[in-house]
């Protein structure tokens, strides 16, 4: 079955310091990745995917396909990242997106 | 360019009951879906609808129903609401069809069934 798993529900790091989202996925076939992001009060927003191979906000993600992983990684937290991360995973024959359960961040000054 | 917009923005309900939300998408996008959110159960898909058409559904019972109208806003109605209902129902809208396509998310609506 296809699933997503963030195995975090809540991340606290310093200003500052590096910070790794962890995402891993299940599915057989060649996956779509996303991360979405909902800062407080906002709507949820995509922050990037993983086709893309681009940076949003310092903020980058490898597809790992021999682990099946999308982690989303940046070196220097800022309070401003503190957020709801979504990691989604678009798969299947109908494509529909299938989500993790979120992790949230916390940025402490 | 005006967002997503939903109404309305906050329900309550009794069991039994029915009800019907609105999502208008950002103009010119032709793409509507809908999720479920539930602290439990996170985020689930419903459905996505293109041209009028549903193109995409989710594991829901046929309680939860939609439809798309020519101007591209949709309408989800779920029938004989039960507890388990209660959730953040989100709307998205994209250009094109498929979730690989960037989605704009509506505020949602939340929906109490007592």
């Known amino acids: 079955a296809q699933r997503v798993t963030q195995p975090e529900k809540l991340l606290s790091v310093f200003k500052g310091a590096p910070v790794e989202l962890k995402c891993n996925y299940s599915y057989s076939g060649s996956p779509e990745l996303f991360w979405y992001v909902q800062y407080s009060r906002q709507r949820l927003q995509l922050l990037l995917r993983?086709?893309?191979?681009?940076s949003i906000k310092g903020f980058t993600a490898d597809l790992n396909k021999g682990e099946t992983s999308f982690h989303l990684k940046k070196p220097f937290a800022q309070e401003e990242d503190s957020a709801m991360y979504y990691c989604a995973l678009s798969a299947g024959n109908n494509r529909k997106l299938i989500w993790g359960l979120g992790t949230s961040l916390a940025v402490n000054p | 360019k005006a967002g997503v917009t939903q109404t309305p923005r906050y329900l309550i309900k009794t069991r039994g009951q029915q009800v019907t939300l609105s999502c208008s998408p950002i103009s010119g996008h032709r793409s509507v879906s809908w999720y479920q959110q539930t602290p439990g159960q996170g985020l689930q898909f419903l459905f996505e609808y293109f041209s009028e058409t549903q193109r995409n559904k989710g594991n829901f019972p046929g309680r939860f129903s939609g439809r798309q109208f020519s101007n591209s806003r949709s309408e989800m109605n779920v029938s004989t609401l039960e507890l388990g209902d209660s959730a953040l129902y989100l709307c998205a809208s994209s250009l094109f069809q498929g979730s690989y396509n960037e989605q704009f998310f509506g505020p949602g609506t939340r929906l109490t069934v007592l």
């Open positions: 993983h086709i893309s191979r681009e």
